[in-house]
């Protein structure tokens, strides 16, 4: 059975009966995890293993787990910093920044390789412009050049954990006020714009070989009257065209207000499927997520699942092991420094 197009989310830490049957079903390929699901990293690495005997090729496991606000699993892993903190670094030593974004990359993925998940949905791509309520201090910078920087860092950590990244939100949200898990926002900049200044991230990592990438729900109303994760012109012509883009495109979870312009949850579905995504997310819903595999029929596509197959994660390592490991210890102290005191100076 190879990968389905869709990933869907769990109710608590172990595996409902009603879930097994969810996950086996053809359409299924993958799983997003929410703090609801973890307890320990025993815990976790238990209902991973679980889920992981359910298929074989192994359901895809994913969270968000960038760092600062977005980080599902706090006691018992590593504080993570948010991304802002390297950017307001690079300022005054952009060479100090990039070692200690690329540190935090390998110690987040190094962590959740050890329990079992494949990637994070990981890094925040966004050009800061100081509006956005949702994106605030998940970017990087207000730089783009800076932000592309900083990420391609933190993407080289990340690979060296064994974990494939992903930029988000494509093309751009950070210059939208409104939050897309509660509105649609609406960007009215010119495709030139926006081109020039938020996509120059997106294109500088898929040049250093990004390996997913996630678009917004945001319209931006000069160019498509779709958000971008429904556009065909912002995913095809713009992200695998002109940019060459080849990697896997996920959708942002279907059940955020911001997706609700593409009808129920099946038309949704196909909607996101037909501009250019490869998997789509439906998480905390699950009436959604059966309207979805009953209701969605999606076309064949043999090139699908070789992309999904590249996001499993590589270099399996046991909590323990990791835990014993000398650079872990070095580099978890440096971050564990970093997210109590951002203006603390120390070497690394």
Same mark, same amino acid.
């Given at each position: 059975?190879?990968? /389905?197009?869709?990933?869907l989310?769990?109710?608590?830490?172990?595996?409902?009966? &009603? &879930?097994?049957?969810?996950?086996?079903?053809?359409?299924?390929?993958?799983?997003?995890?929410?703090?609801?699901?973890?307890?320990?990293? %025993?815990?976790?690495?238990?209902l991973?293993r %679980?889920? =992981?005997?359910?298929?074989?090729?192994?359901?895809?496991?994913?969270?968000?787990?960038?760092?600062?606000?977005?980080?599902?699993?706090?006691? /018992?892993?590593?504080?993570?910093?948010?991304?802002?903190?390297?950017?307001?670094?690079?300022?005054? @030593?952009?060479?100090?920044?990039?070692?200690?974004? &690329?540190?935090?990359?390998?110690?987040?993925?190094?962590e959740l $390789?050890?329990v079992?998940? @494949?990637?994070?949905?990981?890094?925040?791509? @966004?050009?800061?412009?100081?509006?956005?309520?949702?994106?605030?201090?998940?970017?990087?910078? =207000?730089?783009?050049?800076?932000?592309?920087?900083?990420?391609?860092?933190? *993407?080289?950590? *990340?690979?060296?954990a064994?974990m494939?990244?992903? /930029?988000?939100h494509?093309? /751009? =949200?950070?210059?939208v006020?409104?939050?897309? #898990?509660l509105?649609?926002?609406?960007? &009215?900049?010119?495709? %030139?714009?926006?081109?020039?200044?938020?996509?120059?991230?997106?294109? $500088?990592?898929?040049?250093?070989g990004l390996?997913?990438?996630?678009?917004a729900?945001?319209?931006?109303?000069?160019?498509?009257?779709?958000?971008a994760g429904?556009?065909?012109?912002?995913?095809g012509?713009?992200?695998?065209?002109?940019?060459g883009?080849?990697?896997v495109?996920?959708?942002?979870?279907?059940? *955020?207000e911001?997706?609700? !312009?593409?009808? @129920?949850?099946?038309?949704?579905?196909a909607?996101?499927?037909?501009?250019? !995504?490869? *998997?789509?997310?439906? !998480?905390?819903?699950?009436?959604?997520?059966?309207?979805?595999?009953?209701?969605?029929?999606?076309? #064949?596509?043999?090139?699908?699942?070789?992309?999904?197959?590249?996001?499993?994660?590589?270099?399996?390592?046991?909590?323990?092991?990791?835990?014993?490991?000398?650079?872990?210890?070095?580099?978890?102290?440096?971050?564990?420094?970093?997210?109590?005191?951002?203006?603390m100076?120390?070497?690394?």
């Open positions: 059975m190879s990968l /389905g197009p869709v990933m989310d769990l109710h608590g830490t172990t595996l409902l009966p &009603e &879930e097994r049957e969810l996950l086996r079903h053809p359409l299924v390929g993958g799983v997003i995890l929410f703090t609801r699901n973890y307890e320990s990293p %025993e815990q976790l690495s238990a991973l %679980e889920v =992981h005997a359910l298929r074989e090729p192994r359901l895809l496991v994913a969270v968000d787990h960038e760092g600062g606000r977005v980080q599902r699993f706090r006691t /018992g892993f590593t504080p993570l910093p948010p991304a802002r903190v390297f950017g307001d670094i690079h300022a005054r @030593d952009p060479r100090r920044a990039r070692r200690l974004a &690329e540190a935090t990359g390998w110690v987040m993925a190094s $390789r050890a079992g998940v @494949d990637f994070s949905f990981a890094p925040v791509l @966004d050009v800061d412009r100081g509006v956005s309520r949702v994106i605030g201090d998940r970017a990087f910078h =207000h730089s783009p050049d800076v932000v592309a920087e900083l990420a391609h860092s933190y *993407m080289v950590g *990340m690979r060296k064994g494939a990244a992903t /930029g988000k494509f093309p /751009g =949200h950070g210059a006020e409104a939050d897309s #898990h509105a649609l926002p609406v960007d &009215e900049r010119r495709y %030139e714009d926006i081109y020039a200044e938020d996509i120059v991230p997106f294109e $500088r990592m898929i040049g250093y390996a997913a990438v996630m678009p729900h945001v319209v931006y109303s000069k160019v498509d009257a779709q958000p429904f556009s065909r012109f912002w995913l012509e713009v992200l695998r065209r002109r940019l883009f080849q990697g495109i996920f959708s942002d979870d279907l059940s *955020m911001g997706a609700a !312009c593409g009808g @129920d949850y099946a038309g949704r579905a909607a996101a499927v037909e501009a250019g !995504c490869d *998997m789509v997310l439906v !998480c905390n819903n699950r009436a959604g997520v059966e309207a979805v595999l009953d209701g969605f029929r999606p076309r #064949h596509d043999p090139v699908l699942h070789t992309r999904l197959a590249r996001m499993h994660g590589r270099h399996p390592v046991s909590w323990d092991s990791l835990h014993r490991d000398p650079h872990w210890q070095q580099a978890v102290h440096a971050v564990e420094r970093l997210a109590q005191d951002p203006t100076e120390f070497d690394f």
